[in-house]
């Protein structure tokens, strides 16, 4: 079927539907247009490339106290932590400064079999043990891992918390439009640009959405193409034909009929745009480039290192290590994982083969109220460092791991050094476990942001750390407004029940949207209007006095 | 009405150096309007371009001597969006366009079938026209009047009637006709028909010889050796004295393994046939086949007359064994078939409301020994049971929220997605705020709305004990019910073994366990003090917003402490019924449903205290009047009347104004062009099963497993985006192709829609090759709200559709194309597809 052909005609009709809704930008030169707006979002560098933005959503509310740990508090554990506690390794000094740990599985052991925190060499936090792919890319440097990010007045329901995160307007709930939507719309490049911000999910999420363009989002990319009747190139050619004829009929006004205009009209670019990309399953062919996990074993059976996209049981980590022989515990994420990698390394193609700037995915389930971790088991290998929770903390840390690497050795027209890659997660979970051996809704929660421009660890030449990636617990990154310890500290201190947060995920966002992207100050004001209110606090250390809480306005991470 | 308006004056008469100017007139401002958007001369006429206006059935041109008027009616002749006429070289030189409004009423109708019902189908377009919309909501909102028997199994044998056009073919340079079945069994056929013509009116020659079987078989039907049991018989009949029983020992396939018959002279290919027969339905688990030699016509036919009938899934899913996909389908197949159609949208209403997700009340189920098919229809059969209590509540005139809100409270579908099930409250535990918080904000008050989170930690405390069991059967609605001791193998010597539910008979049921119960006093609902604990002085006022009805009066709720044993179940019944009626609810609830019926632009928390009101928050109020009003309060039919009475609902602007779920989607698809055919069979139809991939696929709508307690949303934008557009017009697509199409597999094979057998049963036979009849019948067909003037532009484009190739380009005249072939069918279904692949059919 000549897909691409049939498309341009698709094309044909977004091309002039477009043109109506910019009657006024449409006679302006591109060249003019993009002058014409501030700052440099969406424009080539000195070296001819774009900087770009992944995010990653991890919606449900991730439990950011198992995830970045605090062990340097002794408020961490029982009686607060008991079924959900991660155990310290007893052999591990977790006061030690230095680099993460790395607990390499090789060809022996099982891919997860270490049970204990991983120290971060910062002298107080450690990562959940599933998240251990995580350290090879703090130790390179480019991992900045921030807790304590929450927002003035936390609301905790999960409706209103993902819309406010999304919205990048906490507490206004008249704000109906994303927080990149606008990055990409105060750029000029949304009215422009047929590509500029793309979901790969179910539906578009809000960060993404707006009334005056339409962003992308692709559910399914391996079917992303229309049928017709007849069902042949020429079928195909000639309903597309009267498709886009029937797209310039005129309709009385209807409250949903601009937005399904602008909808088709992006249905069409992004149609043709994605018809030359291979994002079917034999085109997973992306390997890591070493013997991944110590595996040696692997690599000599399969040539080379892992897959990056575990699509498959024989893609998944280690499992596959012959032409027979296979070893579930080799397996580098969860195999219902699968469609989330396949969504991934969709979302990590369209940055790295089209003009779009922004790409993201979500993962579902962080809703942990019961059963987030397992019943200890005698011979150890199921406890608090296993279950739903580490099930889904595997998807994140192999996920960063494996962009790092697709960025790096599949780079087209990004790199590592130009994208960003973030986690978003709408609240953190209580300080204290329930009865269900779960955690309820709570407030501030970490926030993971990785890329080669990332101000992450650094050593100097006598191994000795210069700067630490942490941010906020602990170390020397937590000097601005510290993690107190004990009973009565941070761990409880919001409300007498929940831990406090000392930064805004506006200004994690915010820094990343100028900093990165390049947005000017006052395009950042528009993009997030908090900015431009002193009492938000937003850009530097300050009080937000809506509920009274300091924080350290923008982390120094990129 | 007409009231904004736009003229023109002539500056120059002098023919051929005619110049316009154009002034600009508003007075009072009614965006519904057509607005004048362009005039040139044409001869001595005017052509005057506009915008169109909502519903218009048709346009006129009026001109007046003054820009103030009088304004006379011209003989203007309309070409889609432009009228031209008046008369140039007399002084009438302003002009106005106003827009015939289609009859209120109809759009009323539409409007009704498209919110209360899943979408009009072409009869009951038909019927709801002429019964009108009073009627139709009179009845909707009594469906315990309407009589229902889609899950009533029909197993009387009966007659029913197949008929199957297509082109003639041959097999062996002859024609003939065959009938076997698809495997040993026994079937009764009568009155076979072959008819020349894409039609059977009755009068035509069979072209069979024998064919109403009242004769032996001897001499007109040959026996292949597979059916040698085979014969006419007298103990049935559809007319006449006999039929033909067919005895199979084998599948067939063709003549030498079926009865068979050649046609003297053969006919020619191509030229269009019509087959027709009577079968009776029978308990056989078998299909009959009857075809021509060749391809061209073709069918077969499931005995047990059942055919995408939700009643054998209804039986399997009662008695246990159904599964998911099962009560999917059944659900599905209730949208696409019910007569009780707002029965149908309220029960999906309230299971998205109080939603659950099936694949954690699976997996509960799976850590507790069953394996997956039996944790499957376990955890199906929890879904069933809430959904049909509700579908009984809503049988019962003076239903209330109460009602629904404990039907929900009840069900281990909910005690397990919201985590009751395991929630402790004894002693020092810390109770699961899970289903507390989702009580206030989701299911009652709304976000933000009355509660804190004081009320939630209060509130889950009294939640404790909440949980399931597995019980004896006839204990099913017993709370206090024991685990059931009735073994499955009382044999097993290992005890663990022997207790396992597994080994269990009964039904997991709600069962309260008062032990764990937290016997605290509790305090709802009221202030917190500076230090951060309960107010238990001071209950909680409603605010101000409210208005003079409800504002300033207290709305705590006190628990007594030590409420030990099964007194403690009582705490649970006291919040929801405390909290079903307080205005929090009513506003919330009443404002979910304008969402659902209206449109998407309702808020909450309105000023309804203030002096500006907006009818959206009027017709909120009036909503919680309503629900306050009643006795007992909260009756659901009481609130759903004000909404369908309002002017809001009514008036044309209400309608198209609401974007399809992708559930309304697939099934809106089948209705729009379902019709049901003289032998009980539908132009369109579907088995359930086959509409599930797509709901899922458009945006992830996976029914009974949202995995957010919020349910899925009723807004445009969570639904519309390149992706699920693509597997919107896809499935459009798949759904009218032919069965054996590349691509049929997105839609289903199940999924049959026969575009020409209904243009046959709705346009006249002399109209069936006029591309402009048949576009216009299915653009008006499609899209009943538009107004039929505003379809000009998809008529036009569907007619040259008809008449091009499928190439695109080239001239192909559909009235060249003989009704009944196959170039015919493929090019109407092209065309009715591309209709369906608009922008315009995702609004409802």
């Given at each position: ?482 993690w107190q310890t004990g009973p009565n500290g941070t761990f409880f201190k919001a409300t007498g029940r929940y831990l406090q947060r000392n930064t805004d995920y506006r200004s994690v966002l915010g820094k990343l949207i100028r900093n990165h992207l390049g947005a000017t100050q006052e395009q950042l004001d528009r993009i997030i209007p908090g900015y431009a209110v002193a009492a938000e606090s937003l850009k530097n250390k300050g009080v937000q006095t809506r509920d009274n809480t300091t924080v350290v306005g923008e982390p120094d991470f990129v | 009405m007409k009231t904004r308006w736009l003229s023109a004056w002539v500056e120059s008469l002098a023919v051929g150096a005619l110049t316009l100017g154009v002034s600009f007139l508003c007075s009072g401002q009614n965006p519904d309007s057509p607005v004048i958007q362009s005039i040139e001369a044409v001869g001595e006429k005017a052509k005057v371009g506009f915008s169109p206006a909502p519903g218009a059935a048709d346009y006129r041109l009026l001109s007046g001597p003054d820009v103030l008027g009088p304004f006379a009616p011209t003989d203007a002749t309309r070409a889609g969006l432009s009228l031209t006429g008046g008369d140039l070289t007399y002084a009438q030189g302003f002009f106005r366009v106003d827009s015939v409004p289609m009859p209120s009423n109809d759009a009323a109708v539409v409007n009704l079938l498209h919110r209360i019902a899943y979408g009009p189908t072409p009869d009951e377009l038909d ?718």
């Amino acid at each position: 079927m000549n897909i691409l052909s049939r498309r341009s005609f698709l094309s044909h009709s977004a091309k002039l539907g477009l043109g109506t809704a910019l009657a006024s930008l449409t006679d302006v030169p591109f060249v003019m247009k993009r002058a014409l707006a501030e700052g440099s979002i969406g424009l080539p560098g000195s070296n001819g490339r774009v900087k770009k933005l992944l995010f990653i959503f991890l919606r449900g509310a991730n439990d950011g106290l198992n995830t970045l740990i605090p062990f340097g508090d002794s408020a961490y554990g029982p009686p607060n932590r008991v079924d959900l506690e991660i155990k310290k390794d007893p052999v591990q000094l977790y006061t030690a400064l230095g680099r993460a740990v790395f607990p390499e599985a090789g060809s022996v052991a099982g891919t997860y079999a270490h049970p204990y925190g991983l120290s971060l060499g910062n002298g107080f936090a450690a990562l959940h043990p599933s998240l251990k792919f995580l350290s090879p890319v703090y130790n390179s440097g480019d991992l900045a891992a921030i807790h304590r990010v929450g927002y003035p007045r936390q609301s905790r329901s999960h409706f209103d918390s993902q819309n406010y995160w999304e919205t990048g307007a906490p507490n206004d709930n008249n704000t109906k439009d994303g927080i990149l939507y606008r990055a990409m719309v105060e750029s000029g490049l949304a009215y422009t640009a047929p590509l500029t911000g793309v979901s790969i999910g179910s539906s578009l999420p809000l960060i993404l959405r707006g009334s005056k363009a339409a962003m992308t989002n692709v559910s399914d990319p391996t079917r992303f193409n229309l049928l017709a009747i007849p069902n042949t190139t020429q079928g195909n050619a000639k309903a597309d034909a009267f498709l886009a004829a029937a797209n310039q009929a005129e309709f009385a006004n209807k409250r949903e009929r601009e937005f399904l205009r602008l909808q088709y009209g992006n249905l069409a670019s992004s149609l043709e745009i994605f018809a030359s990309m291979d994002f079917s399953e034999a085109g997973n062919t992306y390997r890591d480039d070493i013997a991944t996990d110590g595996d040696t074993d692997y690599a000599n059976a399969n040539g080379g290192g892992y897959y990056l996209f575990p699509t498959t049981n024989e893609k998944n980590g280690g499992w596959r290590r012959s032409s027979t022989a296979t070893r579930a515990d080799k397996y580098v994420v969860p195999t219902s994982s699968y469609d989330f990698f396949t969504r991934l390394k969709a979302a990590a193609m369209v940055l790295n083969k089209t003009d779009a700037l922004v790409a993201g995915v979500s993962i579902d389930g962080w809703d942990t109220h019961s059963e987030q971790a397992d019943q200890p088991s005698a011979d150890g290998l199921r406890g608090s460092h296993t279950g739903s929770h580490a099930n889904l903390l595997r998807r994140v840390g192999w996920a960063v791991y494996a962009l790092n690497k697709y960025f790096t050795r599949y780079a087209d027209k990004c790199r590592w050094d130009d994208v960003a890659v973030v986690t978003l997660s709408e609240f953190g979970r209580t300080s204290v476990e329930n009865s269900d051996n779960g955690t309820d809704h709570a407030e501030a929660s970490v926030m993971f942001v990785a890329g080669g421009g990332i101000k992450g660890f650094e050593a100097g030449p006598l191994g000795e750390v210069i700067r630490s990636g942490v941010f906020n617990c602990g170390g020397s990154g937590d000097q601005s407004v510290p993690w107190q310890t004990g009973p009565n500290g941070t761990f409880f201190k919001a409300t007498g029940r929940y831990l406090q947060r000392n930064t805004d995920y506006r200004s994690v966002l915010g820094k990343l949207i100028r900093n990165h992207l390049g947005a000017t100050q006052e395009q950042l004001d528009r993009i997030i209007p908090g900015y431009a209110v002193a009492a938000e606090s937003l850009k530097n250390k300050g009080v937000q006095t809506r509920d009274n809480t300091t924080v350290v306005g923008e982390p120094d991470f990129v | 009405m007409k009231t904004r308006w736009l003229s023109a004056w002539v500056e120059s008469l002098a023919v051929g150096a005619l110049t316009l100017g154009v002034s600009f007139l508003c007075s009072g401002q009614n965006p519904d309007s057509p607005v004048i958007q362009s005039i040139e001369a044409v001869g001595e006429k005017a052509k005057v371009g506009f915008s169109p206006a909502p519903g218009a059935a048709d346009y006129r041109l009026l001109s007046g001597p003054d820009v103030l008027g009088p304004f006379a009616p011209t003989d203007a002749t309309r070409a889609g969006l432009s009228l031209t006429g008046g008369d140039l070289t007399y002084a009438q030189g302003f002009f106005r366009v106003d827009s015939v409004p289609m009859p209120s009423n109809d759009a009323a109708v539409v409007n009704l079938l498209h919110r209360i019902a899943y979408g009009p189908t072409p009869d009951e377009l038909d019927r709801v026209r002429a019964i009108g919309p009073d009627a139709f909501i009179a009845e909707q909102l009594a469906p315990e009047n309407i009589a229902e028997t889609l899950d009533v199994l029909d197993s009387a044998p009966k007659w029913k009637k197949v008929t199957v056009t297509g082109a003639a073919t041959t097999s062996g340079g002859q024609t003939r006709i065959y009938i076997f079945m698809d495997g040993p069994g026994d079937a009764y056929v009568d009155n076979v028909r072959f008819v020349v013509g894409a039609t059977d009116n009755g009068s035509q020659t069979n072209l069979l010889t024998n064919g109403d079987f009242e004769t032996g078989l001897a001499g007109s039907w040959t026996v292949a050796a597979n059916l040698e049991a085979s014969a006419v018989t007298a103990d049935f009949a559809q007319s006449g004295g006999s039929c033909l029983h067919v005895v199979a020992s084998a599948a067939g396939e063709s003549q030498s393994t079926a009865i068979a018959q050649t046609i003297s002279p053969t006919i020619a290919r191509g030229t269009p046939v019509t087959l027709s027969f009577w079968y009776r339905t029978s308990n056989e688990d078998s299909e009959l086949v009857v075809r021509m030699g060749g391809s061209g016509v073709t069918t077969s036919v499931p005995l047990s007359g059942q055919n995408n009938s939700p009643a054998p899934i209804f039986s399997s899913l009662q008695a246990g064994t159904g599964t998911l996909t099962d009560l999917r389908a059944w659900h599905i197949l209730h949208a696409v078939q019910a007569k009780r159609q707002l029965v149908e949208v309220l029960r999906q209403f309230l299971e998205n409301h109080f939603v659950t997700q099936i694949s954690k009340t699976r997996d509960y189920f799976d850590n507790r020994g069953y394996d997956s098919t039996q944790s499957d229809p376990i955890s199906t059969r929890a879904e069933l049971v809430e959904n049909l209590r509700w579908q009984e509540a809503l049988l019962r005139p003076t239903t209330s929220f109460l009602d629904l809100l404990r039907i929900s409270a009840e069900s281990p579908a909910m005690i397990i997605y919201l985590d009751t099930v395991g929630s402790l409250g004894n002693g020092t535990r810390i109770a699961n705020e899970n289903y507390a918080r989702e009580l206030c904000e989701l299911f009652c008050f709304g976000v933000d709305n009355g509660y804190d989170q004081q009320d939630i930690v209060q509130i889950s405390r009294a939640w404790t004990g909440w949980t399931i069991e597995l019980v004896s059967t006839n204990d099913e609605f017993n709370p206090f019910a024991v685990r059931s001791t009735n073994y499955i193998d009382a044999t097993l010597t290992n005890t663990t073994e022997l207790n396992a539910s597994p080994n269990l008979q009964g039904l997991w049921a709600f069962n309260y366990k008062g032990a764990r119960h937290n016997v605290a006093a509790k305090y709802i609902f009221h202030q917190t003090k500076a230090d951060g604990t309960v107010d238990t002085a001071q209950p909680k006022l409603i605010p101000a917003r409210f208005g003079s009805r409800w504002a300033g009066k207290p709305y705590g709720l006190v628990l007594a402490a030590g409420q030990s044993g099964t007194n403690g179940i009582r705490e649970g019944y006291a919040i929801i019924t405390h909290m079903a009626n307080q205005p929090f609810t009513m506003e919330f609830i009443s404002v979910k449903l304008c969402r659902l019926l209206v449109h998407d632009g309702f808020a909450l928390g309105y000023d309804f205290a203030d002096d500006l009101h907006t009818p959206e928050e009027d017709l909120v109020y009036q909503c919680m009047l309503a629900w306050d009003s009643g006795s007992p309060k909260g009756q659901i039919r009481d609130v759903l009347r004000v909404i369908l009475n309002s002017d809001l609902f009514r008036s044309q602007a209400g309608t198209l104004q609401k974007v399809k779920t992708p559930f309304e989607f697939a099934v809106s698809t089948v209705r729009s062009l379902r019709s049901q055919n003289e032998d009980g069979s539908y132009t369109s139809d579907s088995d359930g099963y086959a509409l599930a991939g797509i709901i899922n696929r458009a945006g992830r709508l996976r029914l009974f497993d949202r995995a957010e307690p919020d349910g899925y949303p009723e807004d445009a934008p969570a639904w519309i985006s390149a992706g699920t557009l693509t597997e919107r017009i896809r499935f459009v697509q798949s759904a009218l192709m032919p069965v054996s199409m590349t691509g049929k597999s997105d839609a289903g094979t199940a999924t049959v829609i026969d575009p020409v057998g209904l243009l046959r049963k709705k346009v006249p036979a002399d109209k069936l090759s006029d591309a402009e009849a048949v576009a216009g019948y299915f653009s008006s067909l499609l899209y009943p709200a538009e107004g039929s003037a505003n379809l000009d532009g998809f008529r036009t484009l569907a007619a040259q559709f008809l008449n091009t190739a499928d190439d695109g380009v080239s001239a192909s005249p559909f009235s060249g194309l003989a009704v009944g072939t196959s170039a015919y069918d493929l090019r109407v279904r092209g065309m009715v597809a591309f209709l369906m692949s608009t922008q315009r059919f995702h609004e409802q």
